[in-house]
């Protein structure tokens, strides 16, 4: 066991909800180094000794896990220290393969018995194992509630230079407090990923006019707008056909027909409300198209099958919808 080279108070050190949030179990690392030739090549007592040090800044990793009197997990920074294993074997890591995980891997670094209380589990061992080929393979494992991935290379980063006798760059920063939530919370930014889903309850369905000038203004682009403007007049017009059509009348619809296209007509509620089942999200322009059909350019999918249901609900086929002439925006 490799305890901190200075005699550091005992605290607690709160931890976060991101820190609780992972499973506690250990995370291994290991590393292959080839001789370079010097004499004190992977030397414990230098290994040991930077270790020693690298554990006064990192004062957490020699501590051990606790519950406070709520049962919240914390670290318990007592200074146990850390596991420091030296081992030598005859194999070659040619033998080793591709480092598939199994039995062989594991004997490369510190298993630890996590059946007992959390507080008699390290929270980093290490295992120096040196290959009869001459290269050596430093395993570590790392408990997950001390390091995520980042911190971990960076203790390591730190112990590496203070071994060849390096100053430390960066220090580590221990306070967790600062991913404390608010009491109460309070969001300084919007969360979008927390809003919820959209809707038809829009203030178009909650006022009381329900004109095309309503739709028109929660609508911000410009040239949707104005690809909508079309669309609907092209509804307004296939809706009047179909009535016309199932009454006898016939033909598409003339200049005459015009009355019956201001927004107090139930021809233009019907119509507006293919329209509005287009706009899903007021605030995005993009949508999807339908393949079935002779427009160009091509209508989005919700307003065929608006314009599909109408012909349907008017009980008229939509071959006999007549040919309508309907001009399209490049917008």
């Known amino acids: 066991m490799v305890r901190p080279a200075e005699d550091l108070p005992i605290r607690r050190l709160w931890l976060s909800n991101l820190d609780l949030i992972h499973p506690r179990f250990y995370a291994p690392t290991l590393l292959l180094y080839s001789p370079n030739g010097s004499s004190n090549f992977f030397e414990a007592k230098a290994l040991k000794e930077a270790l ?161 000038a309503n739709l028109m203004n929660v609508i911000p682009e410009a040239k949707l707008r104005e690809r909508i403007l079309l669309q609907t007049n092209a509804a307004k017009r296939m809706i009047l056909t179909a009535a016309k059509t199932k009454g006898g009348d016939g033909g598409a619809p003339s200049e005459r027909d015009d009355q019956y296209l201001s927004d107090d007509t139930p021809v233009v509620a019907l119509s507006t409300g293919c329209v509005k089942a287009m706009v899903v999200n007021e605030c995005d322009s993009t949508m999807g198209c339908h393949s079935d059909h002779d427009f160009q350019p091509p209508c989005p999918n919700n307003i065929v099958d608006a314009s599909k249901a109408v012909w349907q609900a008017l009980g008229v086929p939509e071959s006999d919808g007549g040919d309508m002439d309907i001009s399209w925006s490049d917008a």
């Open 52 to 212: 020693r040090k690298v554990l006064v800044p990192f004062y957490p990793a020699a501590g051990r896990l606790a519950r406070d009197e709520n049962g919240r997990i914390e670290i318990n920074c007592n200074g146990e220290g850390v596991v420091f294993v030296e081992a030598e074997t005859d194999s070659t890591t040619a033998e080793l393969g591709d480092f598939v995980p199994g039995t062989e891997i594991q004997q490369l670094y510190p298993i630890v018995d996590t059946s007992g209380d959390i507080s008699s589990c390290p929270l980093i061992v290490i295992q120096v194992t040196k290959f009869k080929c001459g290269k050596v393979c430093l395993g570590l494992g790392w408990h997950h509630t001390l390091v995520d991935g980042a911190a971990a290379l960076h203790f390591l980063d730190t112990w590496t230079a203070l071994a060849r006798s390096l100053p430390i760059t960066i220090p580590p920063f221990i306070d967790r407090t600062i991913l404390r939530c608010q009491i109460p919370p309070k969001p300084t930014f919007p969360h979008r990923e927390f809003d919820p889903p959209h809707t038809m309850n829009t203030p178009i369905r909650n006022s009381k006019s329900k004109s095309m």
